[in-house]
């Protein structure tokens, strides 16, 4: 990049080296003039190239370190900005125009001849400038992907832990419900059994994908909610409609476990008497909506409104799907929970 950059300064310097020399000797053949300009345009630019080296790559990060008194600050600036100035009207006065233009162009008789200075200065001052401004450019796209790549990795790291909980969670209630057939020496306990290995065997070798099939998902969420009917027997209504379009529509797993597994433990195992559980899931086009309400007791205690496995659920949602919207709702007797998703939007954050 650096090559290319100066390629064309340079080119752009002969062009208006060549174009002046024209106009001041139009009596030279083209290609005479062309190559001189091209010569000249080099020398010029060779203590330009330096400075703004020198500046962009030295004096600026002495400067920012901070480590010298203002005044040296100045000096690391000023003293080779003149330098590279003077250096420009020597080569001037001394190797292009006798050699390179043959004395067909005369010198300014003082050194410092103040139009010819600020001239120079200003041309000098041009790559330093650029090339600071590259430089400047290029850090900050690179703090940018850094940033982004930081971010990245703590959302990874913060998902990965989010899953470690959960799976824990979904496995301590469901040993809760095969401990509770046992204790009633149901018949049942063997089947529960045989679907816990199931879900294992889900949460084992699915579980750990970026994302799933929904056809999967929602055979997990039968198999989870069929251990839970086991226990619960007549005492509990559950209902279970699902409207799916495109069963191999891909979804991050376990995904909605956590709203499942509320309704279970702090709906149906808080009751005493008779209770219902109800849920819908539509898919279309990749626009999932999701609902599910429980019945809730009433008690003089207060209920929490966000317990952890919502908590958890609604941080994955916002880790990985951008567009998504979650309203939960606590009236005293049901408790709801209403969910949309785009499923075109994984991992767009």
Known sequence: MHILCWISYWLLLAYLEYLWLKDYLPAWPMQKAITRAVAASFLYGLPQLALAYYISYFALEKIVQKKSKPLINLLLIVLPYITAICLVILLARELILPILYEGAVTPAQAFFDPRKFISIMIEAAFPAG??????????????????????????????????????????FNTLNNIYALTRKK?????????????LLRFTLYEAGNDTIVIEKELQFLDDYIAIQQLRYGSSLSINFEKSVDDPSQPIAPLLLLSFIENAFKHGASEHHFDSFIRLCLHLKKGQLSFTIENSLEASPLPKRTSPIGINNASRQLEMLYREHHLTINNSGQVFSVQLTVNLHSYGKI
């Open 130 to 171: 650029l090339l600071m401004a590259i430089k400047f450019v290029d850090a900050q796209l690179t703090a940018k992907e850094r940033e982004k790549n930081l971010i990245q990795d703590k959302l990874t790291t913060e998902l990965q832990l989010l899953k470690s909980q959960l799976n824990p969670h979904f496995l």
């Open 186 to 198: 149901s018949d049942l306990a063997p089947d529960a059994v045989l679907k816990l290995s199931e």
